[in-house]
């Protein structure tokens, strides 16, 4: 069974920043489960699910992809020895509000999490 726990959504004004995290919750680590990409999506009303960014577990550079309309203003980053991911997102804009979800890729299946609502306004 695996559980991914995401945390740090809520209500910014535009240009703030916002920090999403995402724990990799089992019986065994991260690790022994083979898990080898976890990132974040995001869903807008009546839209499907967009890749925002992924980081890879298969080497120790964890090799990143973001999405190109994010212009460089989102970071992913993992915390092996928490089994953590994190998302830090700045100079946030009103269409970047939608609901973020975390996503675990492993050899025979992929998980996600509940989802975490974001909301730029003023």
């Known amino acids: 069974q695996v559980q991914l726990v995401e945390s740090g959504g809520g209500l910014v004004q535009p240009g703030g920043s916002l920090r999403l995290s995402c724990g990799f919750s089992s019986t065994y680590s991260l690790q022994a489960m083979g898990v080898h990409t976890m990132g974040w999506y995001r869903q807008y009303p009546t839209k499907r699910r967009e890749l925002v960014a992924t980081i890879s577990f298969l080497s120790d550079t964890g090799d990143t992809r973001y999405a190109d309309s994010l212009e460089g203003r989102f970071t992913i980053s993992r915390d092996n020895a928490k089994n953590t991911v994190h998302l830090q997102m700045n100079s946030l804009k009103p269409e970047d509000t939608a609901v973020y979800f975390c996503?675990?890729?492993?050899?025979?299946?992929?998980?996600w999490g509940q989802g975490t609502q974001v909301t730029v306004s003023s």
């Open positions: 996503y675990a890729g492993l050899p025979d299946a992929g998980y």
